[in-house]
């Protein structure tokens, strides 16, 4: 495919077929495991290519998602609760942020990670949190990788399987990320890493702006005068000894 040697040639067609979808939903996370690598210059090329093109189209794909999502999950939540019982949107606010982070932790991370440590044979519990957290951090060191051994039984599904759950995970995060800066404790926060703009710049700055809007109109109404002037048609004035001569008749 494309030129694509894969690290374990003797394997299965079916296998590394797997494989190659593993490869690339990874390589769109910006993840790179780095134990599946392309061993041929058109292979090396066509990573390149597929990343550039890829990982932009991913986060535009995820950025899209996440505000659709957040809607649903924070925001409705917490106007619901701050209208039909009263209580103050902030407190609401960090209550649903801090329940939401705590249901992503547990559905994405702890029971992941005991099904991981019993599905892989040579992992322990913390092992198998090390590689959700490395992984749906996009952190991505490859130490850890699962279903490498030959034989693990629908090895093909548990792949399609560990995709879907990287994407869901990674989702999941950013919704709970984009959750914790709605919050308007860290919207203060954030405000003390903004540039602050002094008052009499600002100042200086729109009597500029109004002296030169106020100078661009005086212009503009002088150049309609001249128009106007220039468009009106030519009269000959009748000198005084004529119409002296026209009364005396």
Known sequence: MCGIEMAGRGQPVQQRVSFMDYHLNTLQKHEGYGHTVPLSDGGKAFCIVYSVIGIPFTLLFLTAVVQRIIVYVTRRPVLYFHIRWGFSKQIVAIIHAVSLGFITVSCFFLIPAAIFSVLEDDWNF??????????????????????????????????????CYLLLGL???????????????????????????????????????????????????????????????????????????????
Do not use: W
Not at 132 to 153: A, M, R
Not at 185 to 208: A, C, S, T
């Open 126 to 163: 913390l092992e198998s949190f090390y590689f959700c957290f490395i992984s749906l951090s996009t952190i991505g060191l490859g130490d850890y990788v699962p279903g490498e051994g030959y034989n693990q039984k629908f090895r093909e599904l548990y792949k399609i399987g560990i995709t």
């Open 171 to 249: 989702i999941a995060m950013l919704v709970v990320l984009e959750t914790f800066c709605e919050l308007h404790e860290l919207k203060k926060f954030r405000k003390l890493f903004y540039v602050k703009k002094d008052k009499e710049e600002d100042q200086v700055h729109i009597m500029e702006h109004d002296q030169l809007s106020f100078s661009s109109i005086s212009d503009q109404a002088a150049s309609m005068k001249d128009d106007q002037k220039a468009n009106e048609p030519f009269v000959t004035s009748q000198s005084p000894t004529s119409n002296d001569s026209s009364l005396n008749n």
